[in-house]
């Protein structure tokens, strides 16, 4: 059976405003800009917005005002430098942020998957998380007495993910690290990915079934200014010219037309 397919347009019509949206891709890979650059389009406001390791996805929603809260291990321009929107809302205190260790968020995402309201954990142990994360609670295992942190699922309405391809059944496959997107998909109400192209079906060896993908969307060069392994690398003049200039309400510096496939 064929996969749902839609536009970029369709996309932004699937969130609401105030929805908890899962941004796949880490650091400069894989971002599903195509899809937040829709989303800003389309006027999407408090947007809470889980990012594993964020760059300009998080700075594109910044500068658009669409973000009322963020959950994310870190975010960063990595060799282009410091994200400079981000820095602002961290010091000035305009959106809320919730920090993450990168296992923690994992685990969060987990327990969403597996329907039950927390999981147990060592990571986290031992360190200032638990005291400025409310969702990280050091307890003991009730069978060893130990303690762990017990980790409260966080849950997502819609995952957005970007893909270098998929079948016309709706696998995805991914050439390199999948980051959180296997964790994101399985914790979202809907998973919808943007692709580069249709690849010859091969379930074997298919990152994520298409029993994860609730619909398709053709995006062509839609990770950029992110890169999208092996299809093509980050553009980090883009990503410099953007550390050292982007403010708020420039969203064009971070958005490029994607023609349909």
Not at 146 to 153: C, F, K, L, M, Y
Not at 176 to 205: F, K, M, N, W
Request: net charge negative.
């Amino acid at each position: 059976m064929e996969m749902h397919r839609m536009g970029l347009e369709q996309l932004a019509d699937e969130v609401g405003d105030g929805a908890v949206i899962g941004v796949g891709g880490a650091g400069l890979q894989r971002k599903p800009m195509a899809a937040l650059a829709a989303l800003v389009a389309a006027g999407r406001r408090d947007l809470k917005v889980v990012s594993f390791l964020g760059s300009v996805d998080v700075e594109l929603l910044l500068a658009a005002d669409s973000v009322a809260e963020l959950h994310s291990a870190g975010v960063s321009l990595d060799g282009g430098g410091l994200a400079p929107l981000y820095r602002a809302a961290r010091q000035d205190g305009s959106i809320r942020f919730h920090e993450w260790s990168e296992g923690t968020l994992l685990c969060a995402l987990q327990a969403t998957a597996r329907g039950v309201p927390s999981l147990p954990t060592w990571m986290a142990l031992n360190t200032d998380l638990p005291k400025i994360n409310e969702r990280l609670r050091v307890g003991a295992d009730p069978f060893t007495g130990d303690p762990v942190v017990n980790v409260r699922g966080l849950a997502v309405d819609v995952a957005l993910l970007h893909v270098p391809g998929v079948d016309l059944e709706g696998n995805v496959y991914v050439d390199g690290d999948l980051a959180l997107d296997g964790a994101l998909a399985r914790a979202a109400d809907r998973t919808i990915v943007c692709y580069e192209q249709v690849v010859e079906a091969d379930p074997s060896r298919a990152a994520l079934s298409r029993l994860w993908v609730d619909a398709v969307v053709p995006a062509p060069e839609g990770a950029w200014p992110t890169g999208c392994h092996a299809r093509y690398g980050a553009d980090l003049d883009a990503v410099v010219r953007w550390a050292s200039g982007g403010k708020r309400g420039e969203v064009s510096l971070l958005t490029r037309e994607s023609s349909p496939a």
